[in-house]
């Protein structure tokens, strides 16, 4: 599948690419973990990135697009891909459109996941993310938490907050996304390619995505 995930921080994004990667094997493409990659190694890109993110806002589009054509480049990202998140303006949108154009790539769909304000507050602010770039497992202090000692599951490494995830960036995140992200559902319901899905419980959104008749 080659599709695109919208919705607001914290509707639930990387859960479900991760869940559509895992049954077709399309490569799920987070710009967001790819930069938080790089600012944990220290490259340029990650000092160049860590202002921003620490702040909630987007990093600038120059950035983005060193990460985005490389990776659609590579023969995993030709096969198929999720875009976790990206574009988030309409004029990344436009280039992304010109891009694909150059590679010959045509969407399947752009799909638009959508819950409560109540929900995506409850679900960012009680978040955890494991600190190892090569797991970075999410957990929920509420409904599901991580081992004893704030330890990873998965991989027994420190599960931290997110700096991204504190109440004055997610106040910030949600504001950008509301002035400058959330233009594009209208932008991509007159491209004819907009799927609006329910994002509460994950297995059911999974499925509802899943049943789409991908080409």
Same mark, same amino acid.
């Given at each position: 599948?080659?599709?695109?995930?919208?919705?607001?921080?914290?509707?639930?994004?990387?859960?479900?690419?991760?869940?559509?990667?895992?049954?077709?094997?399309?490569?799920?493409?987070?710009?967001?973990?790819?930069?938080?990659?790089?600012?944990?190694?220290?490259?340029?890109?990650?000092?160049?990135?860590?202002?921003?993110?620490?702040?909630?806002?987007?990093?600038?589009?120059?950035?983005?697009?060193?990460?985005?054509?490389?990776?659609?480049?590579?023969?995993?990202?030709?096969?198929?891909?999720?875009?976790?998140?990206?574009?988030?303006?309409?004029?990344?949108? !436009?280039?992304?459109?010109? *891009?694909?154009?150059?590679? %010959?790539?045509?969407?399947?769909?752009?799909? %638009?996941?959508?819950?409560?304000?109540?929900?995506?507050?409850?679900?960012?602010?009680?978040?955890?993310? $494991?600190?190892?770039? !090569?797991?970075?497992?999410?957990?929920? *202090?509420? !409904? %599901?938490?991580? @081992? +004893?000692?704030?330890? $990873?599951?998965? $991989?027994?490494?420190?599960?931290?907050?997110?700096?991204?995830?504190?109440?004055?960036?997610? @106040?910030?995140?949600?504001?950008?996304? %509301? +002035?400058?992200?959330?233009?594009?559902?209208?932008?991509?319901?007159?491209?004819?390619?907009?799927? !609006?899905?329910?994002?509460?419980? @994950?297995?059911?959104?999974?499925?509802? *995505?899943? @049943?789409?008749?991908?080409?």
């Amino acid at each position: 599948m080659r599709i695109i995930l919208l919705g607001s921080p914290g509707v639930g994004k990387g859960t479900i690419a991760k869940l559509l990667s895992q049954h077709d094997n399309s490569v799920q493409i987070s710009t967001g973990d790819i930069l938080r990659s790089a600012i944990k190694e220290g490259t340029e890109l990650g000092r160049k990135a860590k202002k921003y993110m620490g702040e909630g806002g987007l990093v600038p589009d120059s950035r983005i697009w060193e990460i985005i054509e490389k990776r659609l480049m590579e023969p995993d990202g030709r096969k198929g891909f999720i875009l976790d998140g990206f574009p988030r303006t309409i004029s990344q949108a !436009n280039q992304l459109k010109e *891009i694909l154009k150059k590679l %010959n790539i045509t969407l399947d769909y752009v799909i %638009n996941l959508e819950a409560p304000l109540n929900v995506i507050l409850e679900r960012l602010t009680t978040r955890r993310t $494991c600190s190892n770039q !090569n797991c970075q497992e999410i957990y929920n *202090i509420r !409904n %599901n938490p991580p @081992a +004893e000692g704030n330890k $990873c599951k998965k $991989c027994g490494q420190t599960v931290v907050q997110r700096d991204d995830e504190t109440q004055e960036a997610i @106040a910030e995140r949600i504001k950008v996304y %509301n +002035e400058k992200t959330a233009p594009l559902v209208g932008y991509y319901e007159k491209e004819k390619l907009l799927v !609006n899905v329910e994002s509460l419980k @994950a297995d059911e959104t999974f499925a509802e *995505i899943k @049943a789409l008749k991908i080409q």
